[in-house]
């Protein structure tokens, strides 16, 4: 029992090179695929505030009028309008 395959002799460097490489490839991998999911939820969290808000300016127009949409619409967008 020795160091030989069917292809020949198997060099012990070559199999700690693949040792070497393998754990730091896959946590790279893992923060790949970390940031896709990540940048997924953003853009979810996104939509949902979006939305979120066009429904309350929606709802708060019909109940008390444009101007107060208006304002609803500038207090849910942060925006430097009113």
């Keep these: 029992m020795g160091t030989e395959s069917a292809a020949g002799p198997i060099s012990p460097n070559a199999g700690k090179q693949i040792l070497d490489t393998v754990p730091g490839q ?9 940031s896709r999911v990540m940048d997924a939820a953003e853009v979810a969290e996104k939509q949902a505030l979006s939305a979120s808000s066009k429904t309350a300016t929606k709802m708060v127009s019909d109940r008390f ?7 609803t619409e500038c207090i849910c967008h942060c925006r430097a309008c009113c």
């Design 26 to 34: 896959v946590v790279l991998d893992s923060f790949g695929a970390f």
């Design 65 to 71: 009028g444009e101007s107060a949409g208006e304002a």
